[in-house]
T-cell receptor, first 114, second 113 residues
Framework: SQTIHQWPATLVQPVGSPLSLECTVE??????LYWYRQAAGRGLQLLFY??????ISSEVPQNLSASRPQDRQFILSSKKLLLSDSGFYLC?????????????FGPGTRLLVL | AQKVTQAQTEISVVEKEDVTLDCVYE???????LFWYKQPPSGELVFLIR??????QNEISGRYSWNFQKSTSSFNFTITASQVVDSAVYFC??????????FGSGTQLTVLP
């Protein structure tokens, strides 16, 4: 069966510090990978998605970036965090097939920027 | 562009009551998919169901049931005999040709003992 991991689970960082969040998927090959952010108030915002190694699509311009160095690894980064980067970051995976796809989410990382 | 509206921000019921969560969607795609996810206090989004736009058959899974009506662009979710463990935020979502999920703003369900 497939599992998705995210770490760290929680993170408190000062403004201006760098960020690296990691997401890994087990039990599947060549998944589509996604990063979402959920700010207070519950809305889910798609940040990045990737259909393969080195292929990243950005949905929202911001000071965040994403990379996919391996097939089942997806990293969210920032060189300098802003207060507005605080939130709950969710990674998701899916596999495409003729009937569509379903995204499955990881446990998330809670980020607080002070 | 796609849009999902969950007009009910918060719902509170007493255990064993039935509760229906409303979802109205907008899309220009002829083929699209509808989803429901549950987000318990732990935060992880748990997949509940996916429906294809060409399949309007309603579905029942235990205490959960879903009513898909293309004529009203609705995909409502009913929990029968609610339990305290059903307390969570529930999200309706849709995806089409662009693959990406568009989420509603969520409904906070509180089931009181």
């Amino acid at each position: 069966s497939q599992t998705i991991h995210q770490w760290p689970a929680t993170l408190v960082q000062p403004v201006g510090s760098p960020l690296s969040l990691e997401c890994t998927v087990e039990g599947t090959s060549n998944p589509n990978l996604y990063w979402y952010r959920q700010a207070a108030g519950r809305g889910l915002q798609l940040l990045f998605y990737s259909v393969g190694i080195g292929q990243i699509s950005s949905e929202v311009p911001q000071n965040l970036s994403a990379s996919r160095p391996q097939d089942r690894q997806f990293i969210l980064s920032s060189k300098k965090l802003l207060l507005s980067d605080s939130g709950f970051y969710l990674c998701a995976w899916s596999v495409s097939f003729a009937g569509g796809e379903t995204q499955y989410f990881g446990p998330g990382t809670r980020l607080l920027v002070l | 562009a796609q849009k999902v509206t969950q007009a009910q921000t918060e719902i509170s019921v007493v255990e064993k009551e039935d509760v229906t969560l409303d979802c109205v969607y907008e899309t220009r795609d002829t083929t699209y998919y509808l989803f429901w996810y549950k987000q318990p206090p732990s935060g992880e989004l748990v997949f509940l169901i996916r429906r294809n736009s060409f399949d309007e058959q309603n579905e029942i899974s235990g205490r959960y049931s879903w009513n898909f009506q293309k004529s009203t662009s609705s995909f409502n979710f009913t929990i029968t005999a609610s339990q305290v463990v059903d307390s969570a935020v529930y999200f309706c979502a849709t995806s089409g040709s662009a693959r990406q999920l568009t989420f509603g703003s969520g409904t906070q369900l509180t089931v009181l003992p």
